[in-house]
C-alpha cells in the first residue's frame, strides 16, 4: 500500500515545478481487500434468483433496496479505512481524526445518488437509452448506476467536490485513477455498462437481454471487477 | 514588388503541379480499389450458365398435347399480395377487403375456377419474376441489376413458343414485357406502357384497360389474336408510393375488382383466363427482397367450361384455408405455371423449365398423370443437356429418374398406381428444384479470394500512405508513384496478355486476365517507391511509434470504434442494428468531450463553456436524428419506423428553412467570418432554397393526403389544379433548387468567394503583423491600419459554403425528415470542428472515424437501410416524369448517398477549419490528403472487413437478406467515396480554396 501512495507523490513533484498543476488530492485506502464489494456480487446473483429476467422491474426495485442497505455497510467499512491525502491545502478539518459526522455522511451518500439519478436517467437517454418506452426500467438502471458508483466515491472523498475535481485535473489522470481502488472501479463500473449494451441486438432470444438486465450486470460486475483487479495493482 | 509577383507565382505553379500529383495518384488508387471490388462481385454475385435449346414439338419428348384452351388472356396485376385476394373477417385495412371476386368465382364455381397462393422466388423485382413465369427457371441474384434496363431474354420461354407456334400475341402494360419479349409481340397488338414511374397510378392501368376491352368485345379484332397478355401497375406503385394502407390502394383494388368482372363477362368458352400477382410487398409497400409478404402473391384461373377439377381430398384436408391471412393456403411455385400454360396451350414446355402442373387444372389424376410424366422428361432432358457435370452425374436423381420411368411403362395404365406415380413425380421435380438452387448459389473462390487480396493490398498502401509516411514526404512521392504504377501496370498488362496466350487457362477470359494483371502491377507500382525509400523496419517502427507517442484516450476510442465498427460484419444481428449502434458511438464521443473539455485546465474558461456547449449540442443532435429511423424487416417488433411525411415533419421543414441559416451564421460569428460572401450564401441563397424545398414537400403532402380534394372546388378545377398546376409547379421548384444548388451556387463558388471583411474603422496598430502590410499592397498605400476580419478562419469558411451548396440539394431529394436530419448533419459537423479544435483532435484518428460515423448514422436517419427494398426510387420522379439520364440518376445518387457525400465534402475542413492563411500552402494540402485518405482508409476497412465476412457467410441462411446487400452498399460506398473525394471534394473544392487563399494572402 505505501508503495502505492508514494507513487503518486512521485508524480506530481515530477511535474510540479513545469506549472502549477493541480494535484490529486486523492484520500488513500489502506486495507484493499476488506473494502471490496462483495455485496455487490451477491445481490447481482439474488437478483438472478428472484427472477430478474422475467419480472425486470420489481425485481429491480428489490435489488436496489437490498442494495441501499448492504452499501451502507460497505460504505462504513470503506470509511474505516480511508486514510485523506495529507494536504495541507485543502484544509485540516478532512484529517481523519477530525469527527466526521459517519452517521451523517453514509446518510447522504445513499440519498445524495438518488437525487442524482434523473440526471443519470437524462444522461442515459442522450446517449440512445429509449425514451418512448421502458421509461421506469430505464429510471431503475440509472439509480443503480449512481449508487453503486457514486455511495463508495462520496463516502471516499467524504462529500469534498473539490477534492474529487482535482483528480481530472491532475495531468497523469489515468494513473491516478488506475492506482485508486475506488476511482478505478467506478471508472471500469461505468465502461461495464457501456459494454453491457453490447449483447442486447443479438438474436439469441434469452430473457436476460431485456433491456437493461445486461447493463445492471455490467455495472456491478464492472465495479466488482474492478476492485478485485486493483489488488494486482 | 515584381520579385515578390513573380516568387508568388513560382509558389503558386508548385501548388497546381503537387496537386496535380496528388489526384493522380489517388485517381490510380481508387481503379485499383475498383478492380479489386469488381473481381469480389463477380466471384460472389451469382451467376448460371443458360442453355439456349428451344424445344420444339417434333421432339418425340417434348411431342405436343392437343391443346385445351384456344386462347388465353393474362393478366398480372403487379404486386398483388395473396391477403389482398381473400375475405379478410373484420379488417379495416384499406387493401383488405376490396378484391372479393377471385374468392367469390373460387367458392361458387370450383369446377370452372381456382384461386391459389402463388410463391415467388427471390429476388422480387418485375423483371426477375416475368423472366422466371415465361421460362420457368430461377434467376439470379445479378439479374436484378440490370431491372432497369430490362434485356432481352433469350432462354426458351412459353411467349417465345407461342410466336414459333404462329400465334398471336398481344400484349398492353408495363413496357418490361416490351423490352424481354419485343420480338415475339404482334407488332399490331403491341401497347406498352411506361412502368418506373412510381408516382403515376392510372397511366399504364387506364392504357391497359383502353386496349384490352376492344380486342375483348369486338369479334373482328378477337380473331386476331390467340394469347392477351395485360400488365396493371397501379397496385404496386401505390404500394411504393404510399404503402399498402392508403385510400387510394382501396379504390385501385375496387377498380380491378370490377374491370376482372368485365373480362370475365366479355371472354368466351374457349378461352383460359389467368389473373396473377408477380409478386407481393412488404409492409412499408417496397419489394425485392424475400420476406413471406414480398414472396406470396397470388394466382387465379378461371374459364366458362367446367375444365377443373377442385380435388376433394384437398378441400377435406383444408387446404384453401383462409384463416390467419391465408397462412396455411395451399400454395404453388410461380415456375409451376410454366408446365402449366404450356400444357394447357398444347405448346412444348420450355426447355429449361424446373417446374411442374399444378393439379387443380387438370380434369382428373389420368391427365395429371400424363402430363407430370412429360415434365418429368423434360426436366430429364434439361438436366442431360446442362453444361454442368455435377447436374448431370447426381446419382440420386439419375435413380430416381430410371425408377420412375420403369414404374410408369408398368402401372401407367393402372388406376390405382396413378396417384402414387404423380406423388413420385413430384418428389423428383422437387428435388431436382432443390438441387438446382444449391447449385446455382455457387460462387468463384478463386475471384472472391483475388478481389480479396487486392482490396486488403490497397488497404494497407492507403493506411501507409495516409498515416504512416509523414505527409511533407509523400508531397514529394507523387511522381514517383505515378511512374512506377504506370509503368507497372503496363508490364502487368504485357506479362498477363503473354500468359493469356501462352497458357491459354480455359477458365479465364481476357478481360479478367488483363485487370487482374493491372491490379497486381499496380499494387507493387504503389509499392515500390515506399520500398525504396524506406524499409520495412521503418514503418513497423512508425507504427509503434503511432502506440507509444501519439497514443491518448481519444486514439484509443478511435481504434475501439474503428475494430467494434469493423466487427459488426462478423454477426447479422449487429449488420441489422448498425443505425443504432452508430448514433450511440456518436453520443459517447460526445459526453467524452464534455467531459474531457471540462477538465481541462489550460483552456481559459470562456472558451471551456463554449466547448461544453458545443459538446452538448453534438450529443442532443446526434440523439435527436437518431430518432428519426425506417426499420428493417429482421428489427421486427423492436422497431418502430418514425420517417413517415407526416404534417409536422413538413412544418419543421419551414422552421428550419428560418432557423438553419441562422443556426450556421452563429457558428461563422464565433470565428469572425459572417462577411461578405457568408451573409450572401446564408441569407439569400440558403434560405431561399431551404424555403423551395419546404414549399415542394408541403404541396407534395398536400397532394398525397387529397387535401385539395377536400376543398370542395369544383371536380374539373380541382383535377386540373392537382394534375396540372400543382404537378408542374412542384417540377419548377425541384427543377430550380437542383439547378442553383448544384449548378449556378458551384459555379459562383469556383470564383472564389472569401469570407472576409476589411475593418477601417479601426485604426489602432494591427496586432497581426503580417497581414497588414499583404493587404495594404493589394488595396493601396491610403489604410495601412485595416484588420481583416474573417482572417482567422479563411480556408473553413470559404469552403464551408461549398457543402452548404450540395446541402441545399441533398436536403430537396430528401424526405422531410430526411431532410431534418440532414440539417442535423450540418450542425453536428460543425459543432464537431469546434470541439475539435478545442481538444487538438485535428491530427487525431478519432476526427475520420467521426466523419465517417456521422456519415453512417445519417445514411440510416435518411430513411435507408442497407437493404434493397428501402431504396427510395419514387425520388427520381422529382424533377422529370419519366426517366432521363442525368437527373433520375442524380436525384437517387443524392437522396440515397447524401449524408456520405456531404461528409465527403466536408472532412478537409478537419484541417482547413480555423487556420490563418499561410505561406506553405503545400503544407496544408499535404495534410488535407492525410485526412481524406484516412476517410478512404476508413471506408477501406470497413469494406475488407464486410467482404471478408460476406465470403465467409456465403452458405449462411441470411447472406442474401442481410450480408449480401450490406457487402453491396459497402462495394458501391467505396467507389462513391473515392470518386466524390478525388474530383469534387479535392479538385474543385481544396483545390479552388488554396491557390484562391494563396493569390491573395500568399507572399
Request: proline share 4%; with cysteine; charged share 15%.
Amino acid at each position: 500500500m505505501p508503495k502505492q501512495k508514494r507513487k503518486v507523490k512521485f508524480d506530481h513533484d515530477d511535474t510540479e515545478d513545469q506549472e502549477a498543476v493541480v494535484v490529486a488530492r486523492v484520500p488513500t485506502i489502506i486495507h484493499k481487500w476488506a473494502t471490496i464489494p462483495y455485496h455487490l456480487p451477491l445481490i447481482l446473483v439474488g437478483m438472478f434468483k428472484f427472477g430478474l429476467t422475467s419480472h425486470v422491474k420489481q425485481t429491480l426495485v428489490k435489488g436496489y433496496i437490498s442494495l441501499i442497505c448492504l452499501q451502507a455497510v460497505h460504505s462504513y467499512i470503506l470509511y474505516i479505512n480511508t486514510v485523506d491525502f495529507p494536504d495541507s491545502s485543502s484544509g485540516k478539518k478532512h484529517r481523519k481524526k477530525n469527527k466526521d459526522n459517519l452517521v451523517l455522511l453514509i446518510a447522504s451518500s445513499l440519498v445524495l445518488p438518488v437525487l442524482m439519478s434523473p440526471a443519470v436517467l437524462a444522461i442515459l437517454v442522450l446517449l440512445g437509452a429509449p425514451v418512448s418506452s421502458h421509461v421506469i426500467e430505464t429510471y431503475l438502471l440509472a439509480a443503480h448506476l449512481s449508487t453503486v458508483v457514486a455511495t463508495p466515491l462520496l463516502v471516499t472523498f467524504k462529500l469534498n467536490f473539490a477534492n474529487f475535481v482535482s483528480v481530472f485535473k491532475s495531468p497523469d489522470l489515468f494513473c491516478v485513477v488506475c492506482h485508486h481502488q475506488t476511482l478505478s472501479s467506478g471508472l471500469l463500473a461505468l465502461v461495464g455498462t457501456w459494454i453491457g449494451v453490447l449483447p442486447i441486438p443479438l438474436d439469441w432470444d434469452r430473457p436476460w437481454q431485456a433491456w437493461p438486465v445486461t447493463l445492471v450486470v455490467g455495472t456491478y460486475i464492472g465495479f466488482f471487477g474492478g476492485s478485485v483487479i486493483n489488488l494486482a495493482l | 514588388m515584381i520579385q515578390g509577383t513573380t516568387r508568388s507565382r513560382i509558389r503558386q505553379q508548385k501548388l497546381r503541379i503537387t496537386f496535380f500529383g496528388y489526384f493522380l495518384v489517388l485517381l490510380f488508387f481508387a481503379s485499383l480499389q475498383v478492380i479489386s471490388i469488381v473481381f469480389f462481385t463477380q466471384g460472389f454475385l451469382l451467376s448460371r450458365e443458360v442453355p439456349d435449346i428451344i424445344s420444339n414439338c417434333s421432339d418425340e419428348v417434348q411431342a405436343c398435347l392437343v391443346p385445351k384452351f384456344e386462347k388465353a388472356i393474362v393478366l398480372v396485376i403487379d404486386a398483388l399480395r395473396f391477403d389482398f385476394a381473400i375475405p379478410v373477417e373484420g379488417s379495416e385495412m384499406f387493401y383488405h377487403n376490396n378484391f372479393p371476386i377471385l374468392y367469390e368465382l373460387h367458392t361458387n364455381q370450383p369446377q370452372k375456377s381456382v384461386l391459389l397462393k402463388f410463391i415467388a422466388d427471390p429476388p422480387t423485382t418485375t423483371l426477375q419474376r416475368l423472366k422466371g413465369l415465361t421460362t420457368g427457371s430461377l434467376p439470379t441474384f445479378i439479374d436484378a441489376g440490370s431491372n432497369f434496363n430490362g434485356d432481352e431474354i433469350d432462354e426458351d420461354n412459353w411467349v417465345l413458343q407461342l410466336y414459333n407456334h404462329n400465334k398471336s400475341v398481344a400484349f398492353m402494360g408495363d413496357d418490361t414485357w416490351q423490352a424481354l419479349f419485343k420480338k415475339y409481340i404482334n407488332p399490331q397488338l403491341n401497347f406498352p406502357y411506361p412502368s418506373l414511374n412510381v408516382w403515376d397510378f392510372h397511366t399504364v392501368d387506364n392504357g391497359v384497360l383502353e386496349n384490352l376491352h376492344p380486342l375483348l368485345k369486338d369479334p373482328q379484332k378477337s380473331s386476331k389474336w390467340d394469347v392477351l397478355i395485360g400488365h396493371f401497375l397501379g397496385v404496386d406503385h401505390i404500394g411504393h408510393r404510399y404503402g399498402p394502407n392508403h385510400h387510394t390502394m382501396k379504390e385501385k383494388l375496387n377498380q380491378m375488382n370490377e374491370e376482372i368482372k368485365k373480362v370475365i363477362e366479355e371472354m368466351d368458352d374457349s378461352t383460359l383466363l389467368v389473373v396473377m400477382g408477380d409478386h407481393g410487398m412488404d409492409s412499408t409497400g417496397n419489394h425485392g427482397g424475400d420476406s413471406s409478404d414480398e414472396l406470396e402473391s397470388t394466382l387465379f384461373m378461371y374459364t366458362k367450361k367446367k375444365n377443373f377439377q377442385m380435388n376433394k381430398q384437398k378441400v377435406k384436408a383444408n387446404a384453401y384455408d383462409i384463416s390467419k391471412l391465408g397462412t396455411n393456403y395451399r400454395t404453388v411455385n410461380q415456375i409451376d405455371l410454366v408446365p402449366t400454360i404450356s400444357l394447357l396451350l398444347g405448346l412444348p414446355i420450355p426447355h429449361n423449365n424446373l417446374g411442374f402442373p399444378i393439379d387443380e387444372l387438370f380434369e382428373s389424376d389420368k391427365v395429371l398423370n400424363q402430363v407430370s410424366y412429360k415434365v418429368v422428361q423434360q426436366i430429364n432432358q434439361f438436366r442431360m443437356n446442362s453444361n454442368n457435370e455435377k447436374i448431370i452425374k447426381n446419382q440420386e436423381l439419375n435413380d430416381k429418374y430410371a425408377f420412375l420411368i420403369s414404374n410408369y411403362e408398368r402401372f401407367s395404365g393402372n388406376k390405382k398406381y396413378t396417384s402414387d406415380l404423380i406423388s413420385i413425380s413430384k418428389s423428383f421435380q422437387y428435388d431436382n428444384l432443390e438441387y438446382c438452387k444449391s447449385l446455382w448459389a455457387r460462387f468463384d473462390m478463386k475471384f472472391i479470394v483475388f478481389g480479396l487480396s487486392l482490396l486488403a493490398l490497397s488497404f494497407v498502401f492507403i493506411l501507409t500512405y495516409s498515416r504512416s509516411i509523414p505527409s511533407v514526404r509523400v508531397s514529394t512521392m507523387s511522381f514517383e508513384f505515378l511512374g512506377s504504377v504506370i509503368a507497372m501496370s503496363l508490364l502487368g498488362i504485357v506479362l498477363s496478355l503473354s500468359i493469356y496466350i501462352v497458357l491459354m487457362p480455359h477458365n479465364l477470359m481476357l478481360r479478367h486476365c488483363l485487370a487482374g494483371g493491372v491490379g497486381i502491377g499496380m499494387v507493387i507500382g504503389f509499392w515500390a517507391p515506399i520500398m525504396d525509400r524506406f524499409s520495412v523496419n521503418w514503418l513497423i517502427h512508425q507504427i509503434f511509434d503511432f502506440f507509444i507517442y501519439n497514443f491518448n484516450s481519444w486514439s484509443f476510442m478511435g481504434l475501439i470504434y474503428l475494430v467494434l465498427h469493423c466487427l459488426i460484419f462478423a454477426s447479422n444481428s449487429y449488420v441489422i442494428w448498425e443505425d443504432k449502434m452508430a448514433s450511440f458511438f456518436l453520443s459517447m464521443f460526445g459526453v467524452c468531450g464534455i467531459i474531457s473539455i471540462a477538465s481541462n485546465t489550460k483552456t481559459p474558461q470562456e472558451s471551456r463553456i463554449l466547448g461544453i456547449l458545443h459538446c452538448l449540442t453534438f450529443v442532443v443532435v446526434t440523439r435527436l436524428i437518431s430518432m428519426v429511423n425506417l426499420c428493417r424487416e429482421e428489427q421486427g417488433d423492436y422497431c418502430r419506423p418514425t420517417f413517415e411525411v407526416t404534417w409536422w415533419s413538413v412544418l419543421l421543414l419551414h422552421v428550419m428553412a428560418y432557423f438553419l441559416p441562422l443556426v450556421i451564421k452563429s457558428f461563422y460569428r464565433l470565428t469572425n467570418s459572417y462577411h461578405s460572401a457568408a451573409p450572401l450564401w446564408m441569407k439569400s441563397g440558403f434560405r431561399f432554397l431551404l424555403f423551395m424545398n419546404a414549399t415542394y414537400w408541403t404541396l407534395e403532402y398536400m397532394d398525397d393526403n387529397g387535401i385539395f380534394e377536400k376543398l370542395h372546388l369544383s371536380t374539373s378545377f380541382t383535377h386540373f389544379l392537382t394534375n396540372n398546376l400543382i404537378k408542374s409547379f412542384k417540377l419548377a421548384i425541384s427543377r430550380i433548387v437542383l439547378f442553383i444548388s448544384l449548378v449556378l451556387a458551384n459555379y459562383g463558388w469556383s470564383r472564389g468567394p472569401l469570407c472576409v471583411k476589411i475593418d477601417f474603422s479601426n485604426p489602432e496598430p494591427n496586432e497581426d503583423s503580417k497581414s497588414s502590410p499583404d493587404d495594404s499592397q493589394e488595396l493601396g498605400e491610403e489604410k495601412p491600419t485595416a484588420t481583416i476580419l474573417g482572417y482567422e478562419n479563411i480556408y473553413g469558411s470559404s469552403y464551408f459554403l461549398l457543402v452548404i451548396n450540395f446541402a441545399a440539394a441533398i436536403m430537396l431529394t430528401s424526405k422531410p425528415l430526411g431532410a431534418l436530419s440532414i440539417a442535423g448533419l450540418l450542425v453536428q459537423i460543425l459543432s464537431f470542428l469546434e470541439i475539435m479544435d478545442l481538444l487538438d483532435l485535428r491530427r487525431n484518428l478519432i476526427s475520420p472515424i467521426i466523419f465517417g460515423l456521422l456519415a453512417y448514422q445519417n445514411f440510416f436517419s435518411t430513411g435507408h437501410q442497407a437493404t434493397i427494398p428501402s431504396i427510395q426510387w419514387d425520388v427520381a420522379f422529382l424533377t422529370n416524369d419519366d426517366i432521363m439520364f442525368p437527373f433520375t440518376h442524380i436525384n437517387l445518387v443524392l437522396n440515397n448517398f447524401g449524408s456520405f457525400i456531404l461528409v465527403c465534402l466536408a472532412i478537409p475542413l478537419v484541417i482547413l477549419w480555423r487556420v490563418p492563411p499561410t505561406n506553405k500552402p503545400i503544407a496544408v494540402l499535404s495534410q488535407v490528403i492525410s485526412i481524406t485518405t484516412s476517410l478512404i482508409t476508413y471506408q477501406t476497412l470497413l469494406s475488407l472487413s464486410s467482404f471478408i465476412f460476406t465470403a465467409h457467410f456465403r452458405r449462411h441462411l441470411m447472406v442474401w437478406k442481410i450480408f449480401a446487400p450490406r457487402f453491396m452498399l459497402n462495394g458501391v460506398l467505396q467507389v462513391l467515396i473515392n470518386v466524390v473525394l478525388i474530383f469534387i471534394t479535392l479538385w474543385f473544392g481544396v483545390n479552388k480554396v488554396l491557390s484562391q487563399v494563396n493569390r491573395i494572402f500568399g507572399k
